[in-house]
């Protein structure tokens, strides 16, 4: 199978169970929180690490498998790798530093080679700049054209974005987000921030203490966390325990009873009837009833209560409903600031919203120790 | 003037210089990179030279050194000759008692390379060799200049270990620090005063060039 394929096991000294694939041209996002391993991997990958028990393979090619004893060293696999940090040798222009990467070509072919890549990081007349005379931009293009100059079979991309303003940063995800359209190679993103796996990854690998949780597309991996502790890593807040009372899969719903509510899900046929089940509705889908005219989707899983707190960011704004005025009832919801005005949402005022079925998502109820844990740490 | 002494002790410290650049970039990388049992005791030991009163480690030093023990009567069966009193015994205790001037700058030089940058070296496709020559040896070249002078100026000043180990035999140990102590004692102060002048000099300009050197590496690799 052609690709990045990746196992990596092992107890000590970082804990780390993580498997994973990524296609040809494909964006893997590694997500986690600090000290997930997140970096530890992609570093396994390139060969700057080796874990305990682990097998690495590009293309057909092993680069590590400690069952058989193999392990390439990093100069001699094809992995570009972009640092947090960029590490650009600062006593090299930008045109040392890729051409550091080329030193297979004779020297005659090498300068010619870097000033075509460094052109293509749109980095022209920028050649003679040593990283100190750079932006944090053009460094991190410097270090981009570095790590590709080698015409690596995967590309390794360690929190890129971290050190630079939020200005480049939006800037530099347009450029990865249309270069990565000419890259043939499997591309493993290492970042904490989920909204940029959101826009640049095709998939998503969640991390928890060296443990990947969840593997599959961002979107899904958000909204459909497979269990409360991946659904609390990705920021999820709506989570909530409640019983399944009713299965109908011929029409497609099952029904909760969440402390006396009914709430209508779509159908999650793995539960049976009287199981206890863990929650959840993304902040998103939860519909605000209008004030003013009511429509018809307020028949649509309705509860009502006080709001507890609103506060505006920007143009969207975040409440927090109790619901039945209970605050071990907080549903988190936002709108636009200009809803929020219009329907006159401020603490203490009543509202009403819907949970949208199609977005109540089901998952196995946290262990017991784990909840213990969970509330106490919050 | 006493222009023997002063030549002696020019070449004892391009000597001391020559051989110890290779043990501390050597020892200086790996005390830097390589975490060990006992590496505390290590550079303990290295930096030992720097608290001991030169007068006692000459003591050691000759005791070493004398046909006594083994060093000292391998020696002089290889060679012929004793290494006490000799400009060979003088260099070999020059190097040791400059270990601490050549090794932890340049130690402090490897330490100060980000591991990244080693990382990215070898990410690049550069072997563990061409990394050293490529990247470690540009970057911690101001810590392999600032030990370079430092075991330099050392050597011309030391006084007691030199003393101690190789004695005042002109042309063969009497260094320039030995020769102005010499000229004090027989009252000749402006021999005595025009030698500690050029030594002051000397000092002064080598001192100078490596800030000098220093700043402009910083500037051109920060």
């Known amino acids: ?378 | 003037m006493d222009w023997i002494a002063l030549w002696l002790s020019l070449r004892l410290g391009a000597f001391t210089v020559l051989f110890l650049l290779p043990v501390g970039i050597i020892a200086g990388r790996f005390l830097a990179y390589t975490n060990f049992p006992g590496k505390g005791f290590a550079e303990a030991l290295v930096a030992l030279p720097l608290v001991l009163p030169p007068t006692v480690f000459g003591y050691y030093l000759l005791v070493l050194f004398g046909t006594a023990s083994p060093i000292g009567s391998a020696w002089q069966a290889l060679s012929g000759k004793p290494l006490v009193f000799s400009f060979e015994g003088l260099l070999l205790a020059s190097l040791v008692f400059n270990l601490p001037f050549a090794i932890l700058p340049m130690q402090r030089g490897f330490e100060s390379i980000p591991r990244e940058l080693r990382d990215a070296g070898a990410s690049c496709g550069m072997p563990p060799w061409r990394i050293f020559r490529r990247v470690e040896l540009p970057l911690a070249w101001p810590g392999i200049l600032t030990a370079s002078v430092l075991s330099f100026a050392h050597t011309l000043g030391e006084f007691g270990v030199v003393l101690m180990v190789g004695g005042n035999i002109p042309g063969e140990t009497k260094t320039i620090a030995v020769a102005i102590y010499d000229r004090v004692q027989a009252f000749d102060t402006a021999s005595a005063g025009r030698m500690s002048a050029i030594l002051l000099l000397i000092s002064a300009v080598t001192i100078t060039l490596t800030f000098a050197l220093s700043r402009q590496m910083g500037r051109r690799s920060g």
């Open chain 1, 1 to 378: 199978m052609s690709g990045l394929k990746v196992e990596v096991h092992q107890e000590a000294p970082i804990p780390l169970a993580a498997e994973f694939y990524c296609a040809p041209g494909e964006v893997l996002a590694l997500v986690g929180p600090s000290g997930s391993g997140k970096t530890t991997i992609l570093r396994t990958i390139a060969g700057l690490y080796r874990p305990r028990k682990g097998r690495v393979s590009v293309d057909h090619e092993v680069w590590l498998d400690t069952d058989a004893g193999i392990m390439v060293p990093p100069h001699r696999r094809a992995a570009g790798i972009v640092f947090q940090s960029y590490a650009l040798f600062p006593h090299m222009t930008a045109i040392g530093n890729v051409g550091a990467a080329l030193e297979h070509l004779p020297a005659s072919h090498r300068k010619k080679r870097a000033a075509e890549i460094l052109q293509m990081v749109n980095l022209r007349g920028l050649e003679d700049r040593r990283p100190a005379d750079l932006s944090g931009g053009q460094q991190q293009r410097v270090a981009v054209a570095r790590a590709l100059a080698r015409q690596p079979k995967a590309l390794l991309l360690d929190e890129p974005f971290s050190a630079v303003d939020s200005a480049t940063r939006e800037r530099l995800y347009q450029e990865l987000a249309s270069m990565r359209r000419r890259l043939s190679m499997p591309v493993v993103l290492v970042t904490h921030d989920l909204t940029e796996a959101l826009m640049l990854a095709d998939n998503l690998c969640l991390l928890h203490h060296g443990r990947s949780l969840q593997y599959g597309r961002p979107l899904d991996v958000l909204e459909r966390p497979a269990s409360v502790e991946a659904a609390r890593l990705v920021g999820q807040r709506n989570i909530f325990s409640a019983t399944v009372v009713e299965q109908r899969p011929e029409f497609g719903f099952t029904i909760l009873d969440w402390e006396g509510h009914r709430l209508e899900t779509a159908a999650a046929p793995v539960f049976r009837s009287g199981d206890s089940v863990a929650w959840l509705v993304p902040p998103s889908k939860v519909l605000l009833h209008r004030r003013d005219r009511p429509s018809r989707g307020t028949s649509e899983n309705p509860v009502s209560g006080v709001i507890a707190q609103h506060i505006l960011l920007g143009d969207t704004a975040v409440s927090v409903l109790h619901v039945d005025g209970r605050d071990d009832r907080r549903i988190t919801f936002q709108v636009p600031a200009h809803v929020a005005e219009r329907n006159r949402l401020g603490v203490g005022e009543k509202a009403s919203v819907s949970l949208l079925a199609s977005a109540i998502h089901l998952m196995k109820p946290e262990p017991e120790e784990q909840r213990t844990l969970n509330d106490r740490n919050c």
